[in-house]
């Protein structure tokens, strides 16, 4: 098993994000992490997911600093001790866990390394799910096709994030769906906005009552836009109509139907 993310997995090659930004580049088995040390968090990551050969696992796996990279360079366990932040996985568990059952346990345990991490609020609805449910509502499409994809996600490294405890929360995340359509390569861009459940109050985090998560189907040149990365050929690939991505729309998701593949 390879360890890092892919660019070749698709039928059509799709680099990594690149930033301009001082990165650490951290591989995984089956994903990679470009970890900004100054913000303490992910720019960017990338996983190669198999649709075909998925395989339902248990939840193994604890959360922990990566030993590469030093401690003060990642969000460990005290940002997200005694509050309602979550762990937010990146990449998420189940996404590198295919093929041999002994190299999905290890690419899903590897899940669970800090800089595979950004904190989320913790209230769960509608809006979160939808998020969490994107990559396999696309990998349904995509099971038509090339049956594979390749998955980037990160946080939006806002400089109007608000500090908390030595770091600042991300108030948006991104994801980049990419796989192979019959006439080429195919892309779907997201973008998720916790901005009205998180805000900072003499040091101590907590959710605003009516607060929501909101996700968007954004053209993947705004995301280009939003984070400053090269997203390469992705943004030309972008499954939105021209119309939309020339009027730089978003698109409130409120269910999985209002997702244009």
């Known amino acids: 098993m390879t360890d890092g ?10 680099p990594l994000p690149r930033s301009t930004a ?12 470009l970890l900004d040390p100054s913000r303490r968090l ?7 997911i198999d649709g075909a050969r998925m395989l339902d ?3 193994e796996g604890e ?9 003060d360079e990642q969000t460990g366990a005290a940002v997200y001790a005694r509050n309602d932040l979550d762990r937010g996985h990146l990449v998420r568990r189940r996404d590198p866990g295919w093929g041999e059952v002994d190299d999905a346990r290890a690419a ?19 809006s979160k799910e939808l998020w969490l449910g994107l990559e396999d509502h696309v990998l349904a499409y995509a099971e038509s096709t090339d049956q594979r994809l390749s998955v980037f996600t990160a946080p939006v490294l806002g400089d109007d994030d608000p500090p908390y405890r030595g770091i600042r929360i991300p108030l948006r995340f991104w994801k980049i769906a990419a796989w192979a359509a019959p006439d080429g390569l195919a892309t779907a861009g997201f973008v998720l ?16 009552p009516l607060g929501a998560f909101r ?15 090269d997203l390469g050929r992705m943004p030309q690939a972008d499954v939105l109509d021209e119309q939309t991505v020339r009027a730089r729309e978003w698109r409130a998701l409120t269910r999985t139907d209002d997702i244009v593949l």
């Open 5 to 14: 993310y892919d660019s070749e997995f698709l039928a059509t090659p799709v």
């Open 22 to 33: 001082e990165t650490r580049v951290l591989d995984y088995p089956r994903f990679t992490v």
């Open 42 to 48: 992910a720019v960017a990551t990338g996983v190669n």
């Open 57 to 59: 696992l248990a939840r």
């Open 63 to 71: 959360w922990r600093l990566d030993p590469r990279i030093d401690e």
């Open 108 to 126: 899903m345990e590897a899940t669970f390394f800090y800089p595979n991490a950004a904190p989320q609020a913790a209230g769960f609805n509608q």
């Open 193 to 208: 906005d916790q901005t009205e459940l998180v805000h900072t109050r003499d040091g101590l985090l907590a959710a605003a």
């Open 215 to 229: 996700t968007f189907q954004v053209p993947v040149s705004e995301i280009a836009a939003l984070t400053g990365l």
